[in-house]
């Protein structure tokens, strides 16, 4: 008896290392926006107004893809806490441990405000800072973000981390009229062995990049 809880407490702290060192803490990682290709603003102006985390946590999700927060749950965790929350580190198995957040000064409606200031921009879009200087033919943007979580799951001699991004941008004029709506929805995953803060970063950076291509292809402007 004692031998088998001496191989079971070896392979899960073997599946610990892999997936991260120590599960229960709370993992930071900033994510990045690529150079932005150099356009001439010569289109009409858009300003976006709002950009708005709406995802839904649950504190016992049925499975890994469903955004969760440890350390107390929805209730325990600030509203800044809940908007930096990205991925949900686990042991090795499966159990829900600690996070991984995005930096103090960095949370998913700044990413994703960031991610399509930049498309607009490198559309030749006029990006304006205020809903004053949009005027008649310009565009006022409102963004809903439904999804931006990322997860592990674990085979048989590698894990495989998942990301996605999932958004309703609405667009209207000025006034409010000629609404029209997308959805821009992307996911990535990539096989490896540790579920280090390097390979978390690099899945969601690999779905944030999707994203911004998939958000230029919805916001292009007709006949481009």
Request: proline letters at 4%; aromatic letters at 6%; glycine letters at 10%.
């Amino acid at each position: 008896m004692r031998t088998i809880f001496r191989l079971a407490l070896t392979i899960s702290l073997g599946l610990t290392f892999l997936l991260g060192g120590c599960a229960t803490n709370r993992g930071v990682v900033r994510l990045d926006l690529p150079q932005a290709a150099s356009q001439a603003a010569t289109g009409p102006a858009v300003f976006i107004r709002t950009v708005v985390d709406n995802r839904q946590f649950e504190d016992h999700p049925a499975s890994a893809d469903i955004p969760s927060v440890g350390f107390g749950g929805s209730e325990k965790n600030s509203p800044d806490l809940m908007k930096r929350a990205v991925a949900r580190k686990r042991n090795g198995w499966g159990k829900a441990m600690g996070d991984i957040v995005l930096p103090e000064d960095q949370n998913v409606e700044t990413v994703i405000r960031d991610a399509l200031d930049q498309v607009m921009s490198e559309l030749g879009y006029t990006v304006v800072g205020n809903q004053s200087e949009v005027g008649p033919e310009g565009t006022v943007v409102d963004v809903s973000i439904d999804y931006f979580w990322s997860y592990v799951t674990m085979g048989f001699s590698a894990l495989t981390l998942h990301s996605g991004i999932t958004t309703e941008i609405k667009r209207s004029s000025p006034e409010g009229g000629d609404r029209h709506s997308d959805t821009v929805q992307v996911k990535a995953e990539d096989t490896c062995q540790i579920a280090s803060g390097r390979n978390w970063k690099n899945i969601m950076q690999m779905a944030l990049d999707k994203y911004r291509e998939e958000a230029k292809g919805v916001l292009a402007p007709k006949g481009s």
